[in-house]
């Protein structure tokens, strides 16, 4: 453990925390799509459905594709054979709504590569021709599993950690999917239990963020695999906690009244 443990810590709760109190301009966002480790021949998975929930309101925007195949009047089980048309729209969608919140910081769950990710959805929109896409910067996009690591170290939950730390925080998981779980959705062409787990993990998200930034979140690391052993993180600690703070208060006033008592008594000529 290090100082460097100590900033990462410190610069994690941070970003935490001003996301959390300045949450007028902030977005959790998810997405479900086709198993990306069952892809053939190098094509990049299909997407069925995206939520993207406004932290300040609780309201959330969602975009899928059985959404737009109702509005084309077409049929559940047809949608497998009209999903590029569907897809194309959908993602219009979205990117749409992300020209008009491109300003906005976007929290998520490893939407970080063209794997799973932005640059994902951005390259499913390029493949099937949507015009006009607004990138989000880099800038604006927060990593909530980055953060969990970096404020509590690698070993506050195991593996899979979203699991855990559902368990270990007692969060509701009505309608909530593991990742075999919407693999197996997607091949049975259960679109619309898919896109129920996508707005399940937002609210997932909101329900972490909250107790985090509330310093109520339950993991398993220890204090110094949180904090580190530096000076700063012992200091950082106390000043941090009112209740310590208070007693060292009143310990350090009472040491200071036996130092001057002392020096009164064998040095007369002192002075306060």
């Given at each position: 453990m290090s100082l460097r443990r100590y900033n990462t810590h410190k610069k994690a709760k941070e970003t935490i925390n001003d996301i959390y109190d300045n949450n007028e301009n902030c977005l959790l966002i998810h997405y479900s799509c086709e198993s990306f480790y069952d892809i053939k021949e190098g094509k990049t998975p299909r997407i069925t459905s995206i939520a993207v929930r406004y932290?300040?309101?609780?309201?959330?925007?969602?975009?899928?594709?059985h959404k737009i195949a109702e509005t084309k009047k077409i049929?559940?089980?047809?949608?497998?054979?009209?999903?590029?048309?569907?897809?194309?729209?959908?993602?219009?969608?979205?990117?749409?709504?992300?020209?008009?919140?491109?300003?906005?910081?976007?929290?998520?769950?490893n939407m970080r590569d063209i794997n799973y990710g932005f640059e994902a959805l951005q390259h499913r929109a390029n493949v099937l021709g949507v015009k006009n896409i607004t990138e989000i910067s880099d800038n604006n996009k927060f990593d909530l599993a980055r953060l969990l690591i970096d404020k509590y170290g690698k070993g506050y939950a195991s593996h899979p950690r979203l699991s855990s730390i559902i368990q270990m925080n007692n969060i509701s998981t009505n309608n909530w999917l593991n990742g075999k779980d919407e693999a197996d959705a997607f091949d049975n062409k259960?679109?619309?239990?898919?896109?129920?787990?996508t707005l399940a993990k937002v609210d997932i998200f909101e329900n972490i963020l909250k107790l985090v930034a509330e310093e109520k979140f339950i993991n398993k690391s220890s204090w110094q695999e949180i904090h580190g052993l530096s000076v700063q993180g012992v200091y950082d600690i106390l000043k941090n906690n009112w209740l310590v703070g208070f007693i060292l208060f009143l310990v350090s006033t009472f040491v200071v009244i036996i130092i001057q008592a002392l020096l009164k008594k064998f040095v007369p000529s002192f002075q306060f």
């Open positions: 932290l300040h309101t609780a309201q959330t925007k969602s975009f899928s594709i049929p559940l089980n047809n949608i497998a054979d009209n999903f590029d048309t569907l897809e194309k729209e959908m993602l219009k969608e979205f990117f749409d709504f992300v020209k008009v919140h491109k300003d906005f910081k976007y929290i998520h769950w259960e679109f619309v239990k898919l896109h129920q787990s």
